[in-house]
């Protein structure tokens, strides 16, 4: 649910100015403050690009 996502997605954003942060979504809305996208295509980088 919405609020849960929240909460985890506070807790990630913590902790990823500590830390290295894999983060695997299928919404652009959860990586709008990734650092660093990289878009995978059979377990291959296809694409690149900077949040």
Do not use: P, W, Y
């Not at 100015?17 to 878009?39: G, N």
């Amino acid at each position: 649910d919405n609020s849960t996502e929240k909460e985890v997605m506070a807790a990630i954003e913590g902790l990823s100015h500590q830390l290295t942060v894999i983060l695997i979504a299928h919404r652009l809305s959860t990586l709008e403050k990734c650092d660093r996208i990289f878009q995978l295509d059979q377990g291959q980088v296809c694409q690149e690009s900077k949040g």
